[in-house]
Nanobody
Framework: QVQLVESGGGLVQAGGSLRLSCAAS????????MGWFRQAPGKEREFVAA????????LYGGSVQGRFTISRDNAKNTVYLQMNSLEVEDTAVYYC?????????????????WGQGTQVTVSS
């Protein structure tokens, strides 16, 4: 079992930055991949970024490539999502998720453990 708690969401103006954090507990943190997803009102959950168990492999969704950076600190049991150049379209609830394997993965179905989500609102 893995428990996940996100933090760092909030209201920011377009062009600004936010850093989300996700603290994990339960299984040894450095043994599984992690991901970030988001869901805007009326839309399906969307893949944002993923990172492998050791941090050496990362994947990004097309809409955030070049603006967002995923990282992890296995000593602190925490994964981060640095979000720069935020756009109004980035407004959503952001969820972190723990994978069933070690690799970075895009597929929602590869993540059996989810946090409660943190709201990010970008104003124009």
């Amino acid at each position: 079992q893995v428990q996940l708690v996100e933090s760092g969401g909030g209201l920011v103006q377009a062009g600004g930055s936010l850093r989300l954090s996700c603290a994990a507990s339960g299984r040894t943190f450095g043994t599984y991949g992690m991901g970030w997803f988001r869901q805007a009102p009326g839309k399906e959950r969307e893949f944002v970024a993923a990172i492998s168990y050791g941090g050496g492999g990362t994947l990004y969704g097309g809409s955030v490539q070049g603006r967002f950076t995923i990282s992890r600190d296995n000593a602190k049991n925490t994964v981060y999502l640095q979000m720069n150049s935020l756009e109004v379209e980035d407004t959503a609830v952001y969820y972190c998720a723990a994978s069933s394997g070690r690799a970075a993965r895009r597929d929602y179905d590869d993540y059996p453990y989810w946090g409660q989500g943190t709201q990010v609102t970008v104003s124009s």
